[in-house]
């Protein structure tokens, strides 16, 4: 009786079709590689690819058909923000629409603390993507030093190194600065070199928000290259840019120093966002020194009229050479908690409301009451299509969005928060012929996953996670404009996560299917 039950066993599981969890049919594959399209079926189970090619009897739970579809690794964005809202907005649906499967979190210097519990925490709460993080320079700075303005003494650095340790076996992938930021902007590059050498010795990167983007920018991508130089370690410039008018072309200058030292052994790679606008804290035109000890000591600045002039000269002076873009109608607000009619509104525009004529000295003062009320973020329109442009074709430099977790209708903030992905795809690649479908794709998934260290995502490979993207490519476009930013894009038909459905055609999965990704596993 055994050997029958056995026997027939042997012959219906060798008669029987192979059976997956889904199939996806018909699709045109761009593998993450940059080489070229080709049409094959994916085959997946337990998460995982198990196939790429043609298998006629194969059975899929869900089987789904790609025909004229294009089939890409699902998107790893290299920097953003969107962990500080992550656990109040666990789909993180703005960035499963546009494709991406992967964030990585902690970038500015700025990160969560001890990163081990908010990993914990999410994965109780789950998440709609994959997440990675980065440590903090300014969260580890702020936790030994507070905000001083001042160098880190010995004992200090050792403490920051020791945190950076803990964290890198906790499984960030690396530590982050925020150098234009406070209190990173107090440190020099010693201390970041010390911190990244400990970074280096666990196989990290060094992502960094350099001190200056805009006059000062040439000066700051040579510091983040001797920092890779001297801590041995891989160097990601975020969101490379050259802020203000007068710094406009210099990105000829800083891609051909990334390529220097690239050639000299320093593996030096960026990301970049596809916009001609910023958007940070509305203080980030304010002078350093007069952010340090918190807002209470700012307001006290802002009160004594010496000291209310020095901070009113630095603003000035941003607003006409750096991130004011030369005009005051270039900086808007994205959001003012304290008052919500702010919101869209120029600096220009408040000023004129506030019946005095919109000249770079009337909005500082309009800037510096803003800040003195409440804190807030804003828009910087000081950037030049050329050098997006430019930046973006280069084969070192990977898409990014700079985003954040947005809650739906919330503010008036940056478009690229929705639209980074889709826009790339739709403005970059089809209408403006910028960058071919395949290379766009491979700075979307493989480059940033490479980078990273992340093995078994970033290509569509047998055997890798099933992180995927299906989308139209003659009509994938960002419908997110600085007017109107709340839209999701168009174009995308399924996200799969980990193998399994997270998006399709626009409506996210209830269950959220995103795994914490740890560092060298
Ligand atoms: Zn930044």
Redesign the pocket.
């Known amino acids: 009786m055994k050997k029958l039950i056995i026997i027939v066993l042997f012959i219906f599981s060798g008669c029987s079709s192979p059976h997956f969890d889904i199939i996806i049919n018909n699709g045109k594959i761009a593998d993450g590689s940059g080489s070229k399209l080709f049409s094959a079926n994916i085959y997946i189970k337990n998460g995982k690819i198990i196939e790429i090619g043609n298998l006629p009897n194969a059975l899929g739970d869900k089987v789904l058909d790609a025909q004229d579809l294009i089939i890409a690794p699902g998107f790893i964005d290299m920097h953003t923000h969107a962990e500080r809202r992550s656990l109040e907005f666990p789909t993180v649906e703005n960035y499963l629409q546009q494709g991406v499967t992967t964030i990585v979190g902690g970038?500015?210097g700025g990160s969560p603390f001890p990163i081990n519990d908010f990993m914990e925490k999410t994965v109780q709460k789950g998440i709609g993507p994959n997440l990675a993080l980065l440590i903090g320079h300014n969260t580890v700075r702020k936790e030994v030093m507070g905000t001083e303005n001042r160098l880190a003494t010995n004992k200090e650095i050792d403490e920051m190194q020791s945190i950076i340790q803990s964290a890198m076996n906790e499984g960030a992938f690396g530590m982050s600065t925020?150098l234009k930021y406070i209190p990173g902007a107090y440190s020099n590059t010693e201390e970041v070199i010390a911190l990244a050498s400990t970074v280096s010795k666990n196989m990290g990167i060094y992502a960094t928000?350099m001190r200056e983007e805009g006059i000062g920018l040439i000066k700051s991508v040579k510091e983040a290259i001797d920092i890779g130089r001297k801590a041995n370690l891989p160097v990601q410039i975020?969101?490379h840019k050259a802020v203000g008018k007068t710094m406009w072309g210099n990105s000829i200058k800083t891609l051909e120093l990334i390529e220097e030292a690239n050639a000299e052994g320093i593996k030096v790679t960026a990301d970049q966002y596809p916009y001609t606008a910023t958007s940070?804290g509305l203080t980030v035109v304010f002078p350093a020194w007069s952010l340090s000890g918190g807002s209470k000591k700012l307001k006290e600045r802002l009160q004594n009229p010496q000291l209310r002039q020095q901070i009113k000269d630095k603003i000035i002076w941003n607003i006409v050479y750096d991130r004011g873009g030369g005009d005051p109608a270039s900086i808007v607000v994205a959001s003012y908690p304290n008052n919500d009619k702010y919101n869209g509104l120029n600096l220009a525009q408040i000023t004129k409301l506030k019946g005095l004529s919109p000249t770079p000295d009337n909005a500082a003062e309009i800037l510096m009451n803003l800040v003195y009320e409440g804190n807030g973020k804003g828009i910087y329109h000081c950037l030049n299509e050329e050098d997006v442009q430019r930046i973006m074709a280069h084969p070192r430099i990977m898409h990014a969005s700079?985003g954040s977790t947005i809650e739906f209708g919330e503010a008036q903030p940056h478009p690229r928060s929705y639209g980074t992905y889709p826009r790339v795809l739709g403005q970059y690649v089809r209408e403006k012929n910028v960058i071919s479908l395949v290379e766009s794709i491979r700075k979307m998934s493989k480059l940033p996953a490479s980078v990273l260290g992340i093995k078994d995502r970033g290509e569509i490979k047998n055997g890798f996670w099933a992180d995927l993207v299906i989308f139209d490519q003659h009509k994938i476009i960002d419908n997110a404009t600085w007017e109107n930013p709340h839209q999701y894009p168009s174009g995308v038909s399924w996200v799969l996560v980990n193998g399994k459905i997270s998006l399709e055609n626009g409506i996210p999965s209830k269950n959220l299917y995103g795994k914490v990704l740890i560092h060298n596993e």
């Open positions: 970038n500015c925020g928000h975020s969101h940070t700079d």
